[in-house]
C-alpha cells in the first residue's frame, strides 16, 4: 500500500471516530463526564493500573492521573493499592461509573449508528470484517 493511501485512510478514520465523539459531547457532557474522559472511563476493565492505561491511550502519565483523581473525585472510579504489587494502584469502575459508562456508550454507538445508517446493510457487514482484520 503507498504511504498516501495510508495516510489517507488514517485521516478519514480519525475523522469519523473524532466527528462521532464531538456529536455525542453534549450528551456525555450531560452524565458528568468530559468526552475525552470517556476514553479512560472505557479502558479501566482492559487497563486497571494507571501507567498501562496512560500508555494504551498513548496519555502522559501526569494527564491520566489528572483524569483519574477528577473521575475518583466524581464518584466514577476508585482507586486501591494492589494486593499483588503494593507500589501500585489498581483502578476500578464504581456502580456509578459503570451506569455512566454504559450510557455514554450509547451514546456514541448512537451517533455511529447514524453514520454507518448512510451505508448498506453488505457494506456495513464488510466495513465491520475490515475493522476486525485490522484490530486483531
Do not use: C, W
Not at 456509578?96 to 456495513?124: N, P
Request: no cysteine; hydrophobic share 45%; aromatic share 6%.
Amino acid at each position: 500500500m503507498r504511504e498516501a493511501e495510508a495516510e489517507r485512510i488514517f485521516r478519514l478514520n480519525l475523522e469519523l471516530s473524532t466527528g462521532t465523539l464531538a456529536a455525542a459531547a453534549p450528551e456525555i457532557e450531560s452524565l458528568g463526564l468530559e468526552p475525552k474522559a470517556f476514553f479512560v472511563l472505557d479502558g479501566i476493565d482492559e487497563q486497571p493500573f494507571p501507567a498501562s492505561l496512560a500508555r494504551h491511550l498513548s496519555m502522559p502519565k501526569p494527564t491520566m492521573t489528572s483524569y483519574l483523581k477528577a473521575l475518583e473525585a466524581a464518584g466514577l472510579v476508585t482507586r486501591a493499592i494492589d494486593a499483588q504489587d503494593l507500589r501500585r494502584h489498581r483502578i476500578a469502575l464504581t456502580t456509578h461509573g459503570r451506569e455512566v459508562l454504559t450510557k455514554a456508550r450509547a451514546s456514541l454507538a448512537k451517533h455511529y449508528g447514524d453514520k454507518l445508517a448512510r451505508l448498506s446493510r453488505e457494506d456495513v457487514t464488510e466495513f465491520t470484517r475490515l475493522l476486525e482484520a485490522l484490530t486483531r
